[in-house]
């Protein structure tokens, strides 16, 4: 059983940046693959990024590409992601996700076992 929570939302004006966190309880920390998705009010979650367990690939959706960074941090039990030239319509409630993955990191929600409770992002324009 693996316990996610997330934390580093909060309100941030569109242009700025903020870092988000995911730690997860437990000592297999390093064999799972880890996502992260957002949910805007009245939309379905969506894929945001990935990484797996090692060799730590990473994938994002390509409404992000080039302005987030997901990262992990085993030995802190830890991923990351780093999101940068925030815009209005990244605002979100942003989950934490893992799964006993295989080295290539889903994109699928169906996928994954474990979910944290989530963290707004919100971005004023």
């Known amino acids: 059983q693996v316990q996610l929570v997330e934390s580093g939302g909060g309100l941030v004006q569109g242009g700025g940046s903020l870092r988000l966190s995911c730690t997860a309880s437990?000592?297999?920390?390093?064999?799972?693959?880890m996502g992260w998705f957002r949910q805007a009010p009245g939309k379905e979650r969506e894929f945001v990024s990935c990484?797996?367990?090692?060799?730590?690939?990473?994938y994002s959706a390509d409404s992000v590409k080039g302005r987030f960074t997901i990262s992990r941090d085993n030995a802190k039990n830890t991923v990351y992601l780093q999101m940068n030239s925030l815009k209005s319509e990244d605002t979100a409630v942003y989950y934490c996700?893992?799964?006993?993955?295989?080295?290539?990191?889903?994109?699928?929600?169906?996928?994954?076992?474990?979910w944290g409770q989530g963290t707004q992002v919100t971005v004023s324009s």
């Open positions: 437990g000592r297999l920390f390093s064999i799972y693959d």
């Open positions: 996700a893992a799964y006993g993955g295989s080295g290539l990191c889903s994109t699928s929600r169906s996928e994954y076992n474990y």
């Open positions: 990484i797996s367990r090692s060799p730590y690939s990473t």
